[in-house]
């Protein structure tokens, strides 16, 4: 399974964007695909995860609300609609994925994903 990342660019506060993440190769397998970001600094974070079969979701606090993600199984694609941007949301973000025989049920914990592609910049000015 691969993942890439795309959608990210330069907005102000209060503004959206919708991230991409393709997911190709054993798509069979995916349990679920996340989105994590990292800003200059700072460690890793998760942002939201979906279920790759049934579209359960779960989102961090932080975005709760604004944030969306989505899946569109037919086009190998999952979606970070992202609302109400705030310059707290300037990260890199990147998608990963855990598969059938990783997957343990910690969704919300980077370790959890052992499957990730190239991140995208976000840059949110105030």
């Known amino acids: 399974v691969q993942l890439q990342a795309s959608g990210g660019g330069l907005v102000q506060t209060g503004g959206s964007l919708r991230l991409s993440c393709v997911v190709s190769?054993?798509?069979?397998?995916?349990?679920?695909v996340g989105w994590f970001r990292q800003a200059p600094g700072k460690e890793r974070e998760f942002v939201a995860t979906?279920?790759?079969?049934?579209?359960?979701?779960h989102y961090a606090d932080s975005v709760k609300g604004r944030f969306t993600i989505a899946r569109d199984n037919a086009k190998n694609k999952v979606y970070l609609q992202m609302n109400s941007l705030k310059p707290e949301d300037t990260a890199v973000y990147s998608c990963?994925?855990?598969?059938?025989?990783?997957?343990?049920?910690?969704?919300?914990?980077?370790?959890?994903?052992?499957?990730w592609g190239q991140g995208t910049q976000v840059t949110v000015s105030s």
């Open positions: 990963e994925a855990v598969t059938e025989g990783y997957y343990s049920g910690s969704v919300y914990f980077e370790y959890e994903y052992h499957l």
């Open positions: 190769g054993r798509t069979a397998s995916v349990v679920f």
């Open positions: 979906i279920n790759w079969s049934d579209g359960m979701t």
